[in-house]
């Protein structure tokens, strides 16, 4: 094909008309944070949107019981490992243009996992959807920073992220319960693709492009960061008894190679970090006790969150018997308290500052929790399951939102990026290793339960057990949700002030610059005293 002077000038003037268009769409905050929400829930959406499709892609591609957990787990892997190379790769090369690359490449990778006709196939999908969500959800945070002004405009927008986020994986299996009754499994993967375009293109149109950051890449950093953190998720998801009938396999070899691995790998990457002159992870970036309080409490959010999501849904099924679909309509009221709380978190933040709202929302997660705890085989869903869903999901999304917004305490621009990656890999890690341990106790306690005859034969015996289980586990979720409280209360020392109030914080030893730094709220804040 000849191309010729008038079709370089008609591709000229429309390559101009884009890049004008992506200039007077900078200030279209509304459109960039629609972007950047949706993209951050697609990628979250996928750690569950395919759970409830599960027993259809075992029938159709022959995956064994053990093999088809692959199919969630590494999605998760490579998501979580891949994350923090993520956030460095859009600092260096431009957050936007990561972002849209990762987009893509989801895009792509869902599309062929939508038609995946053998395991293999499938797996390797899922791998690149993976890589495509480490690339797409640090930059998607850091971007918030970058087009969304201090305050009142950059706290909605943080909120906004951190309801999405939270919300995310709930509504991936409600979308995946629908997908799967009233089209095909595969749409569960497929229904990625258009979406994921088209945020693709409209990404430079609404989106600012920071400016880049000088450096290099860590592959030291990353090889071991990765290598660690998949090597502590698959060891601690090995040694998870994997039925009622099975025991836990934390003696077996693979289990404590990939264990001791972890350690071996995790401590290599930390010494890494502390000589590296670009490292990975900035150490300051932790070293901060409001921004430690901020990844501690989204690991716990992310064990309770990943262990009602996971074992209320085997409940639903394996206990109560409910279809895919009913099992996706009784998340339908978790959501809506999750969003009520959310919208009420985003009003009382730049208020109430983080620590009330976290202790606050602590609280009656644990509660929640607890009251879940108590449900039995025989009762019911209306009686049991429904109150403890509006409670436990009012309060965990009273703190999800100071959470991220505690992420951002005080990081310098060059910052963003990898405090971004740390608040979006620690819900990841923190319910893969939640669900392994809540697993252990969940089976085992199953296990001790099934040896005790329950009136109504068999049957009525294995449903009690797993009941009795998945209580436990639920129980061991509202201990974990209690501990955000003890973070809260001892480590948070930010609080809010009035927008009128003109106190500034003491500028934090970790702060290169003398001047001030913004408040998580984008309000002026103060800071308590503290021993330290």
């Known amino acids: 094909m000849t191309v010729t002077p008038e079709t370089r000038s008609v591709a000229g003037r429309v390559t101009a008309l884009y890049h004008r268009a992506g200039n007077a769409g900078q200030g279209r905050l509304g459109l960039a944070l629609l972007v950047i929400a949706v993209s951050q829930l697609i990628v979250l959406m996928d750690t569950t949107i395919v759970t409830m499709s599960l027993p259809r892609i075992q029938s159709a591609l022959g995956f064994s019981a053990t093999g088809l957990l692959w199919v969630v787990n590494l999605y998760g892997l490579i998501f979580g490992g891949l994350l923090l190379l993520g956030g460095r790769v859009g600092d260096i090369l431009g957050r936007r243009r990561v972002l849209t690359v990762g987009l893509v490449l989801f895009s792509a990778a869902s599309l062929l996992g939508g038609l995946a006709q053998y395991k293999v196939w499938l797996l390797a999908a899922r791998a690149a959807q993976g890589a495509g969500a480490a690339l797409i959800a640090p930059a998607a945070l850091a971007l918030i920073v970058a087009n969304f002004p201090e305050g009142p405009r950059r706290s909605r927008a943080t909120s906004v992220y951190a309801a999405v986020s939270a919300l995310a994986a709930a509504v991936g299996l409600v979308a995946g319960g629908l997908l799967v009754t009233y089209a095909s499994w595969r749409w569960t993967l497929i229904i990625n693709a258009p979406i994921g375009i088209i945020l693709a293109l409209a990404a430079?149109?609404?989106?600012?492009?920071?400016?880049?950051?000088?450096?290099?890449?860590?592959?030291?950093?990353?090889?071991?960061?990765?290598?660690?953190?998949?090597?502590?998720?698959?060891?601690?998801?090995?040694?998870?008894?994997?039925?009622?009938?099975?025991?836990?396999?934390?003696?077996?070899?693979?289990?404590?190679?990939?264990?001791?691995?972890?350690?071996?790998?995790?401590?290599?990457?930390?010494?890494?970090?502390?000589?590296?002159?670009?490292?990975?992870?900035?150490?300051?970036?932790?070293?901060?006790?409001?921004?430690?309080?901020?990844?501690?409490?989204?690991?716990?959010?992310?064990?309770?969150?990943?262990?009602?999501?996971?074992?209320?849904?085997?409940?639903?099924?394996?206990?109560?018997?409910?279809?895919?679909?009913?099992?996706?309509?009784?998340?339908?009221?978790?959501?809506?308290?999750?969003?009520?709380?959310?919208?009420?978190?985003?009003?009382?933040?730049?208020?109430?500052?983080?620590?009330?709202?976290?202790?606050?929302?602590?609280?009656?997660?644990?509660?929640?929790?607890?009251?879940?705890?108590?449900?039995?085989?025989?009762?019911?869903?209306?009686?049991?399951?429904?109150?403890?869903?509006?409670?436990?999901?009012?309060?965990?999304?009273?703190?999800?939102?100071?959470?991220?917004?505690?992420?951002?305490?005080?990081?310098?621009?060059?910052?963003?990026?990898?405090?971004?990656?740390?608040?979006?890999?620690?819900?990841?890690?923190?319910?893969?290793?939640?669900?392994?341990?809540?697993?252990?106790?969940?089976?085992?306690?199953?296990?001790?339960?099934?040896?005790?005859?329950?009136?109504?034969?068999?049957?009525?015996?294995?449903?009690?057990?797993?009941?009795?289980?998945?209580?436990?586990?639920?129980?061991?979720?509202?201990?974990?949700?209690?501990?955000?409280?003890?973070?809260?209360?001892?480590?948070?020392?930010?609080?809010?002030?009035?927008?009128?109030?003109?106190?500034?914080?003491?500028?934090?030893?970790?702060?290169?610059?003398?001047?001030?730094?913004?408040?998580p709220n984008g309000a002026a804040p103060a800071t308590e005293a503290s021993p330290n």
């Open 204 to 519: 430079p149109l609404v989106l600012t492009e920071p400016a880049r950051q000088p450096g290099r890449l860590d592959l030291p950093g990353a090889v071991t960061a990765a290598g660690g953190i998949a090597a502590l998720v698959y060891g601690l998801s090995a040694a998870a008894p994997s039925g009622a009938f099975d025991v836990a396999h934390w003696t077996s070899a693979n289990v404590i190679a990939a264990l001791a691995g972890a350690v071996v790998l995790l401590a290599a990457f930390a010494a890494i970090e502390a000589r590296s002159s670009h490292p990975l992870l900035p150490l300051r970036i932790v070293a901060d006790r409001n921004r430690s309080a901020g990844y501690l409490s989204a690991a716990g959010v992310g064990v309770v969150i990943f262990a009602v999501l996971y074992f209320a849904t085997l409940f639903f099924q394996d206990v109560w018997g409910y279809s895919a679909l009913e099992s996706s309509v009784a998340y339908l009221p978790w959501i809506a308290a999750f969003a009520i709380g959310a919208a009420a978190s985003t009003q009382l933040l730049p208020r109430t500052g983080p620590r009330p709202l976290m202790i606050a929302g602590s609280l009656f997660g644990a509660g929640g929790m607890y009251w879940l705890s108590r449900t039995g085989a025989t009762d019911s869903y209306f009686g049991h399951v429904l109150g403890p869903f509006i409670v436990a999901a009012f309060g965990l999304s009273l703190v999800s939102v100071p959470f991220v917004a505690l992420a951002l305490w005080r990081v310098r621009q060059a910052d963003s990026g990898e405090a971004a990656s740390v608040v979006n890999v620690a819900p990841l890690v923190g319910g893969s290793v939640g669900l392994a341990a809540l697993g252990t106790v969940a089976w085992t306690t199953a296990a001790q339960q099934i040896h005790v005859p329950r009136p109504g034969g068999a049957a009525a015996t294995y449903r009690h057990a797993l009941a009795t289980g998945f209580d436990r586990a639920f129980l061991v979720a509202a201990g974990v949700a209690l501990a955000i409280t003890v973070l809260a209360v001892v480590l948070i020392r930010v609080r809010a002030t009035d927008a009128a109030d003109q106190a500034l914080p003491a500028t934090s030893p970790l702060t290169e610059e003398s001047q001030p730094q913004p408040g």
